[in-house]
């Protein structure tokens, strides 16, 4: 690679940054004292404040911070626009409709889990099935403490997510968590679109 030769006014903008510059002394050392913290101000802090009994009251409870910027999957899946039928979604919610099919991914690996739910929803649209029960399991802590968490339910939280890709999101009207009395946070219901 050849090196190009600096225009006239680049060459006057380096001698400005060059004429501003102060070469550093290699004589001059660090100076540990330069740095040392300023004096701590000795005045008597406030007493704590005592009730009238005389007790002092109690401490009040530290609160418990989340630095989770992702809003959870069930608050993802409930603030998603509803695609289908309003009045057949809300029956679905309150565990009213019965779904036509129902695949279990407990135990599998995500691999296979996913081979799986493919082959599933394509052969259920295919029959004109309209709504099928997803049951994932709401997963095992698996976090080891490591510098990288890992989610707890990896299925249950993967499942949707396939579902809302290609080839599925073809296929898939709605995706929302299923009632408890088919399985509550570890199902979704699937709503399948008409087939043409």
Request: glycine share 8%; no cysteine; proline share 9%.
């Amino acid at each position: 690679m050849t090196r190009r030769r600096l225009k006239p006014d680049e060459i006057e903008l380096w001698q400005k940054v060059a004429d501003q510059t102060e070469s550093l002394k290699r004589t001059q050392t660090f100076d540990p004292e330069a740095y040392a913290p300023h004096p701590v101000n000795k005045e008597p802090l406030p007493r704590a404040p005592v009730a009238l009994d005389g007790k002092t009251p109690p401490k009040p409870a530290a609160r418990k911070t989340s630095y989770d910027l992702l809003p959870s999957l069930p608050d993802r899946l409930q603030k998603a626009p509803v695609q289908m039928d309003r009045k057949t979604f809300a029956k679905m919610n309150r565990g009213k409709v019965k779904p036509e099919g129902r695949i279990d991914l407990h135990g599998m690996t995500l691999d296979r889990a996913h081979g799986a739910l493919n082959r599933f929803i394509m052969s259920s649209h295919a029959s004109g099935k309209r709504l099928v029960l997803v049951i994932t399991g709401k997963g095992k802590d698996r976090d080891e403490g490591g510098p990288i968490p890992v989610r707890y339910g990896v299925l249950r939280h993967q499942a949707p997510q396939w579902l809302g890709t290609a080839p599925l999101s073809s296929v898939v009207m709605q995706v929302t968590q299923a009632h408890i009395s088919h399985g509550g946070g570890g199902a979704y219901y699937v709503y399948l679109r008409r087939k043409r």
